[in-house]
Each structure stands twice: as structure tokens, then as C-alpha cells.
């Protein structure tokens, strides 16, 4: 991310009003291998090519900006794989982990992974150690430290519907696990920032946020994401595409001031669930128009956002949830001309 989209962030969270919304794409391996034409398993193994589509995507599509920026990561394995999780790579599939706890009674004996030196993560903090100079004579910078939220990694470790359950049969060591994994969290962040000076920025992606009530929310969710946000970092962008109208008012008390949400609501839904504290990055719907659509539908979908937008303050246009599969150029030109136009 240059200087420039940096400025342009700040300015969204702050609530500045500029005149042309920025647009803004939060881009992975969903969407960068296949794109650039190579399979997900070269993009995830070789940090040449990892390094290339990264750049490729910033110089096709100079006016956007990528969110979080030549992310370093290999899917929903990274965090996982610190606590030991078998992690499948398919060749041109996303890759997945295995539980690592088949009964609640295991979480006792769950240890606190170290993150500069467990699973994947050394990894993925090299592979941005090593590329830093290349990224910087490109005139960027990287802004953010990246993961998945807590209750997103306790799913991995012991499966979704295991610990939406586990809330209600076994509240105890459903904290229990929270905490050694936020605390993990908390370090790998911690880590991220020190190994880079130039983050300002904390990311975290979490779903799971959308699948339980606001009572289990409050009980369990926002104790973990109220310690992640407690730092001084100016951009606290947090991504939950699932359901939100039972969390999105806990936000900005927690200390989120950029959301990236789904499909379930439209803008104005979201800023009054939101009593209007949060920018939100969003909110065409990802697969139905940006993938799916035609260049013309997609500059429609767009022009009708901004239509029914007329306070462009606290809003940076892009999809409702990251790019998914499939996405073509030309439709991301599209997008792109549809606001700068």
C-alpha cells in the first residue's frame, strides 16, 4: 500500500467526505492465483511468484487499493498449523485444516503456540522480510498485521459445529480455549508489528462472529476481540462477511473504525446498526454481480451504490467480503471506472 492509499484510509476512518469515495478490494488466494493464470499450490510455494501476482495485480489496477497489501499467508491453514493442525494443500484448491481436538476435554492440554517459530507462520513472516525491499522500490509499505480471528481459529482446531455447541454444553472451556488462542493472536500481531516498524494497521477476519446470538457475542467474542483491538494502531479494519446485525453495534466500543461486512444488509442498514461510527468498506455483492456480472451490470450494480449514497463520508467502495474466485479484469475495471468515472 503506497503513502498515498495510506492517507486516503485515514481519511475514510476519520469521516472526511472526499468527493470520489477510494475503492478498495480485500484480495487473497481466492482470487490472485487463478487470475494472474497460475495454480493456488505455485502461488502458496514459490515466494518469486507469490511476490509477481502480488504485483501485478497493484499495476493492473493502480487506482484501487488492496487491502492488506502483498498478504502473506497460505489460506485458512496459517494460524491453525502454530497449534499442529494437519494442514491439505490440494493443487488448485483452497487449502484446509484438521481438527486437532475431538473432545472438549483436550482444550486442557491445548498449549499456546510460539508465532516466530510454529507452523506456517515463520513462513509467511519471512516471505514479507524478504520481499520488503522488493515492495518498497515499488512505493509501498506494508500497513497491516493479519489473522484470523479467535473464535474463526477455534472453529479450525475443533469444528464448527463442535464449538457453536461447546458455547452452550461447555461454556468454560469454550473461554478456556478463546483465551489461549487470543493470547496467541495477541503475540502474533505483536510480532508482526515489530518485525515491520511501518504497520499501523490490524486486520482480523472473522465469520464465526455471524453465526452465534448477541448474548454469545458479548459472552465469548467480545472479551477476545476487545483485547485484540486495544492497541494504538490508527486502522483497526475487521472483516466478517457472514451475518452481522446481532454484533456490528459492539464494533466501535471494541475499537473497530473499518468494517468489511456481507450481503445481509445494505449500507444504510449498516450505518444505522452501527449508529454511523464505522467506515465500511463494501458492499456489492461479491459473487452474484462482481464475478458473475457482466462489465455493464457491474458498473450499474455501482453507480446505484453510489447513487443511493449521497454522504460519501466513512466508505471506501468494493465488495460485500473479499474477491471471490473468478473475478475478471475486465470487471474490476469496470468497477473502477464506474466510480472514478
Not at 493442525?85 to 492440554?109: G, T
Not at 444505522?272 to 456489492?284: E, K
Request: proline fraction near 7%; charged fraction near 20%.
Amino acid at each position: 500500500m503506497t503513502d498515498q492509499q495510506w492517507n486516503e484510509l485515514l481519511a475514510v476512518v476519520q469521516g472526511n467526505a472526499p468527493v470520489c469515495p477510494p475503492v478498495g478490494f480485500i484480495v487473497d488466494s481466492p482470487w490472485l492465483p487463478n487470475w494472474f493464470g497460475v495454480d493456488i499450490l505455485d502461488y502458496f510455494t514459490s515466494d518469486a511468484l507469490w511476490f509477481e501476482v502480488n504485483q501485478k495485480a497493484i499495476e493492473t489496477f493502480p487506482e484501487a487499493i488492496f487491502l492488506p497489501g502483498f498478504w502473506s499467508e497460505f489460506g485458512m491453514c496459517t494460524e491453525p498449523s502454530a497449534f499442529g493442525a494437519k494442514c491439505v494443500f490440494p493443487r488448485n484448491e483452497l487449502p484446509f485444516a484438521d481438527k486437532v481436538i475431538h473432545d472438549v476435554a483436550q482444550i486442557d492440554d491445548l498449549a499456546e503456540p510460539n508465532p516466530a517459530t510454529d507452523g506456517l507462520l515463520p513462513f509467511m513472516l519471512n516471505r514479507l522480510s524478504t520481499a520488503r525491499p522488493r515492495l518498497e522500490a515499488l512505493g509501498h509499505k506494508i500497513r497491516f498485521s493479519v489473522s484470523r480471528g479467535p473464535l474463526n481459529v477455534a472453529t479450525f482446531l475443533m469444528g464448527t459445529t463442535e464449538f457453536l455447541m461447546a458455547l452452550k454444553t461447555d461454556p468454560d472451556k469454550a473461554r478456556k480455549l478463546l483465551r489461549t488462542i487470543t493470547q496467541f493472536l495477541s503475540k502474533w500481531h505483536a510480532l508482526q508489528r515489530q518485525t515491520f516498524p511501518s504497520i499501523d494497521g490490524i486486520f482480523l477476519l472473522d465469520d464465526i462472529v455471524g453465526f452465534v446470538g448477541e448474548e454469545d457475542f458479548k459472552q465469548f467474542g467480545l472479551p477476545c476481540f476487545r483485547e485484540l483491538y486495544s492497541g494504538d494502531h490508527a486502522i483497526k479494519f475487521f472483516h466478517n462477511d457472514a451475518a452481522c446485525a446481532k454484533s456490528i453495534g459492539y464494533y466501535a466500543q471494541i475499537g473497530i473504525n473499518l468494517y468489511n461486512p456481507g450481503i445481509f444488509n445494505t449500507l444504510a442498514e449498516l450505518r444505522q446498526l452501527s449508529a454511523n461510527r464505522l467506515a465500511i468498506l463494501g458492499t456489492i455483492p461479491p459473487r452474484d454481480v462482481l464475478a458473475k456480472g457482466s462489465p455493464a451490470e457491474v458498473q450499474a450494480a455501482v453507480r446505484k451504490l453510489l447513487a443511493e449514497t449521497p454522504d460519501r463520508s466513512k466508505f471506501v467502495l468494493s465488495c460485500a467480503g473479499g474477491v471471490p474466485p473468478g473475478v475478471s479484469t475486465e470487471n474490476m475495471k469496470a468497477f473502477i471506472e464506474a466510480v472514478r468515472g
